[in-house]
Structure formats: C-alpha cells, structure tokens
C-alpha cells in the first residue's frame, strides 16, 4: 500500500502541473510536436479558392460535380519520459532535490501529452532499467507514472546512461519523441545517445544543483557520493581546491555539451535553485520557430 506522504505528494504534484498546461504550457506543445503526417478524412464540394491539386477525380466523374479530399493532422505520438533514479538525484540544496524536479517535470510533460490526446510511456533507470511502463493515454495512466517515480525503490544507486539508452532503443521500434531527464553524471554514453537519436526525437532534460558545480567556502565539509556511499573531508577554504573542483565539474559539462551539439540535441537546462517552467517554455518557444 502507498504511504499517504506518497500520495499527498503526487495529488500536489497533479495540482500544480495540470494547472500550469492547462494555463499555458498545452499549447506550446502542441504547437511544436504536430503528429507523423496527414491522412485522408473525407471528401467535400469544390469551392472557389479551394486547392484544385486536392480535387478527387474518381468522385468528381461519378457525381458530376467537383470535389476535393480534406487530410487531417495524424496527432497521435507517443512520448517516453526518462528518468535516471541513481543516487545522485537525491542530492539538492534548495526545496526539493534533483528527483523530486524531475517527477514535477514529468507530470507537465505527461499532461500536456495527454491533454493532445498523446501516449505516455516511462522508464526508470540506474545503472540498470529499474521499471518500465508503456505508453498510454489517460488521466489515471500520468498519476501512475508520479506514483512509479517517487514510489520506486531503485535497486542500485549507480548511474549508467548507456544501459537505459539501449533499452529505450531496442523496445520502441517506432519513432517516438523521448524526454531524458538526468544530471548527466556519467560518461561512456556516446554511441548509445547517437543510436537512439537517429531512430526517435532526443531532447535530453539536464537536472542540475549549483553546489555540485562550486563549493561555496565553508571551512572543513564532509562530501559524500550519493552513489557509492564513500565519504572524503576536504577544506573549502582551500581556493585551489575549490578552483580544481569548479574546473573538473566545466570540462565534464562541456564534453556533454559538445557530444550534444555533434548530434544536434538542444538541452533543457534545469537548476534546483530556479523555477523549471521557464527553460521549459523557452525551450518549446524556441523550437517552434524553426
């Protein structure tokens, strides 16, 4: 049975991002996400100014008078949110951890899919896939995915993004739009990200706390890797140890940086010191205009 704290959880989470697509993030996306093509609807009567390209011949010599087909937007997509569970999501300086973000980003992805009658899978992963829900539409199918989130005891608190890559891409064969939403602490990935970008549309969501990239001068602290569990005391007053730390965590994000734009990825940058919604909406505003 779910533990009411879970539950009170998730009905918080249900009301804060329902409201926000339904005041402003619906359309943002469905203005950037317009379905796989257009099919045929039906038949009806010329009219002057109508595209004679779309009259139908075969109807028109039948009835003796012209009419032209009418195509329809192919809304349904699917949408597949994936979301690293390793131990480092539980890290966060601010209200809410890495974890907790990423179930409030999953639900306005997963609303907003809904609301434009999309389907919604999920994959949790650590270094490992810990669950696996595919894609449905429907009010009760999102609150499970919050529920799987926050109620999901991973197996392991290591990170491997190239295991969950590899599953996302060997299970949908179809093209599917993907939501990858990690702080990318991890490496080794390449060619998994490349595979599975060249059969779906990637759109990595990158969870970030500032304390992870600088430390702020706090005398002697105690660091623990989430992860592994192993602990290391280290002087914070030290400036060449703050500058190394700083310096290691830039050439990690710039790597990640580089292989996203080799492949032509656009990230989401998220901070757990910052509201998510507006690299969000920038995000889909920016991409509806290309």
Known sequence: MIPSEILKRIRAIEIKTRRVVNSTFSG?????FKGQGMSFAEVKDYHPGDDIRLIDWNVTARMQSPFIKVFEEERELTVMLMVDLSGSGDFGT???TKVEIAAEIAGVL???AIKNQDKVG???FTDQVERYIPPKKSKSHILRILRDIFYCNPESKLTSLKAGLEYMNNIMKKKCIVFLISDFMDDGYETSLKAISRRHDVIPIIIEDPKEIELPQAGLITLEDEETGNLIHVNSNSKHFRETFKNLNIVRQNERDRLFKKLSLT????????????PLLRYFKTRSKK
């Open 110 to 112: 997963g609303f907003s």
């Open 122 to 124: 999920l994959l949790l």
């Open 28 to 32: 943002e996306y469905h203005s950037v």
């Open 94 to 96: 601010s209200e809410k």
């Open 267 to 278: 990230a989401i940058h998220v901070k757990t010191d910052e509201p998510y919604i507006e």
